[in-house]
């Protein structure tokens, strides 16, 4: 079983900063590609943010410039720094990952969810 546990969110003002972390938990071998997706309210969940076990990055144009993503390898835990937030980042925020378990002698590849934190933007 792996779990990714999300932590982090809540209220904060426009112009405010958060940080949010998750952790993945479990029988992991590796760990790929690890990435944060939002959903707002009657919206589509959409990429945020991910990163390469190698340190690659990829941003929404939209967070550009304001948020930054890291992660580190030996705790399995990605981090999403967020400056500058505006009203229109307010959304559930999910943490996602591309990972291995090993099961016996058996190799399993798999995407994984977390439960999602909210993060709210508002004066």
């Known amino acids: 079983q792996v779990q990714l546990v999300e932590s982090g969110g809540g209220l904060v003002q426009p112009g405010g900063s958060l940080r949010l972390s998750c952790a993945a938990s479990g029988s992991i071998f590796s760990i790929d590609v690890m990435g944060w997706y939002r959903q707002a309210p009657g919206k589509q969940r959409e990429l945020v943010a991910d990163?390469?076990?190698?340190?690659?990055?990829n941003y929404a144009d939209s967070v550009k410039g304001r948020f930054t993503i890291s992660r580190d390898n030996a705790k399995n835990t990605v981090y999403l720094q967020m400056n500058s937030l505006k009203p229109e980042d307010t959304a559930a925020y999910y943490c996602?990952?591309?990972?291995?378990?090993?099961?016996?002698?058996?190799?399993?590849?798999?995407?994984?969810w977390g439960q999602g934190t909210l993060v709210t933007v508002s004066s």
């Open positions: 996602n990952a591309d990972l291995t378990t090993i099961q016996g002698d058996l190799a399993h590849t798999l995407n994984a």
């Open positions: 990163i390469t076990s190698g340190g690659s990055t």
